[in-house]
């Protein structure tokens, strides 16, 4: 039997994610938070899934510790399937005047094999875009675009190369079009995976003796992402100097967590 989009709603929001503030896991009343829709690949992963790690996991470590991260990224979703289980009307249930969203979706809209997640790049991408995007504007919150980050790719010559199609493309004029802020993570992840080149990127992905993962990320993988998000943040004033801390400090892998599944 298949659910209302009610009964989804519900459903989500009574499995909202732990909240994160650089100083731990609380929310402060009356100060903003910094919202994460979006996939794996900024999602909270727990101890089952450990070394695996998030890049939204790490973002509270640059950010002031009165400034909340509340991370509702989710392994597998789409733009589409975030919408369609009721995971955006969670955000939209708890968000607040000042509070910002960030919005990260591609992988999965490119499986064009699966109707429940695949989006188009010109058309049903940019349109499930736009719910996320008028739903915050509509409660008083900042939305922000943020390119897919890119995945571990090399071709022979050992040049870094963009697997997303034209999903980020698609954003970036989106993002004009509706005088959003823009952080282009795709284009700042293919130049940071260029710079460290094949053999060095595979200590920031989730490789480990039985599983070669150029998708997601272990701790620095996750570390160096949150940090060019947080750079990126403070470079368009999305948020203040005051906002931001240590994006030039060595932050320790220990630091990063992966509580029990029964905690979430």
């Known amino acids: 039997m298949s659910l209302t989009r009610r009964q989804v709603t519900v459903a989500a929001l009574g499995s909202v994610p732990l909240v994160f503030s650089a100083a731990g896991n609380s929310h402060a ?16 992963k727990y101890a089952d899934a450990a070394p695996e790690t998030g890049w939204g996991m790490a973002l509270p470590f640059f ?5 909340a991260v509340a991370n509702h990224a989710v392994n597998g979703r789409s733009s ?3 919408v369609d289980e009721g995971r955006l009307d969670a955000i939209l249930a708890l968000i607040r005047p000042g509070d910002l969203l ?6 999965n809209d490119e499986k064009t094999a699966d109707p429940t997640r695949y989006t188009e790049p010109w058309t049903t991408y940019q349109d499930y875009l736009r719910l996320y995007l008028d739903g915050a504007r509509a409660k008083g919150a900042r939305p922000v675009l943020v390119t897919p980050v890119e995945r571990r ?35 700042l992840s293919l130049a940071l995976w260029q710079e460290l080149g094949v053999e060095e990127t595979k200590k920031y992905f989730n490789w480990t003796d039985t599983e070669q993962d150029n998708t997601h990320f272990n701790p620095p993988g996750a570390i160096a992402i949150a940090r060019l998000v947080a750079r990126e943040l403070l470079r368009h004033r999305v948020l203040a100097p005051r906002d931001v ?4 400090a060595g932050i320790p892998e220990s630091w990063i967590t992966w509580p029990s599944p029964a905690t979430a």
Do not use: C, W
């Open 245 to 248: 801390r240590r994006l030039d």
């Open 102 to 107: 960030l919005i990260q979706f591609a992988h």
């Open 80 to 82: 589409k399937s975030f």
């Open 63 to 67: 950010l002031r510790k009165d400034l």
């Open 153 to 187: 790719k090399f071709d022979a010559s050992g040049n870094a190369v963009p697997t997303h199609g034209e999903y980020p493309a698609a954003m970036r004029a989106l993002a004009k079009e509706e005088g959003v802020t823009l952080l282009d993570l795709q284009a």
């Open 29 to 44: 009343v009356g100060n903003r938070t910094l919202y994460i829709a979006g996939d794996s690949t900024a999602a909270q």
